[in-house]
């Protein structure tokens, strides 16, 4: 079974400055993985998502993440964090079978001070 | 517009009563739904899949007769929260997949029990 770990809680940034949010897969193969956003008492938005087409992956809002096979990672990162980017970010993977099911970890609260 | 729907967005009610909770996909027909519950400063917790014209597929841990789940067309799943009572105080996720290969999400339901 597939499996991620969000090595960050918490992270904090100035507003401006870049965005790192780590994930690491565990896996016999090729996940896919999404990178999710949810800001208080709202719903999940998807923020980007890799199907092995290309490594480098663009989401929406100026994030994008890599998946780099050799380090197992899938981090999420933006060049200039803006006051709106504080939100809770989930990196999850495709589990394997039938439904299709997403099981979320812990994820990581960012924050974003002036 | 919101691509999977829920409703109601908050609902407030006594113990010992039933509450159902609609998730709607409004431009897409969902063979599958997956209904998630979230505590306070918590991640999202699979509770079950909810399959149209068949029984739903609980997580272990889930009780089946309290969570019911009932997806009778292609495009709306319920749950119903039976016998309520204040532990199962919580927000509740709904979501399903798209055309396109992207898992959306319902706004949520926040649930609060008396």
């Known amino acids: 079974a597939q499996s991620v770990t969000q090595l960050d809680s918490h992270v904090s940034v100035s507003e401006g400055t870049p965005v790192l949010l780590r994930c690491n897969y565990s896996?016999?193969?090729?996940?896919?993985l999404f990178w999710y956003v949810q800001h208080p008492n709202k719903g999940l938005q998807l923020l980007l998502k890799?199907?092995?087409?290309?490594?480098l992956v663009k989401g929406i809002n100026g994030f994008e993440a890599e998946f780099k096979k050799s380090e197992t990672s899938f981090h999420l990162t933006k060049p200039s964090a803006h006051m709106s980017d504080a939100a809770e970010y989930f990196c999850?993977?495709?589990?394997?079978?039938?439904?299709?099911?997403?099981?979320f970890g812990a994820g990581t609260r960012l924050a974003v001070h002036p | 517009g919101a691509v999977v729907s829920q409703h109601p967005s908050r609902v407030i009610c006594k113990s010992g009563t039933s509450v159902k909770i609609e998730c709607r996909s409004l431009?897409?027909?969902?063979?599958?739904m997956f209904w998630y519950r979230q505590f306070p400063k918590q991640s999202l917790m699979l509770m079950a899949t909810?399959?149209?014209?068949?029984?739903?597929?609980?997580e272990q841990g889930v009780e089946k007769d309290k969570f019911l789940i009932n997806h009778a067309s292609l495009t709306l799943s319920t749950l119903t929260v039976t016998s309520a009572h204040p532990e199962d105080s919580s927000f509740y996720i709904c979501?399903?997949?798209?055309?396109?290969?992207?898992?959306?999400f319902g706004e949520g339901s926040r649930l609060t029990v008396l």
């Open positions: 979501s399903a997949w798209g055309d396109g290969g992207e898992l959306f």
């Open positions: 896996s016999s193969y090729s996940p896919s």
């Open positions: 890799y199907t092995s087409a290309a490594t």
């Open positions: 999850v993977p495709l589990e394997d079978g039938g439904y299709n099911k997403l099981i």
């Open positions: 431009d897409f027909q969902a063979t599958t």
């Open positions: 909810s399959n149209e014209g068949s029984k739903a597929t609980y």
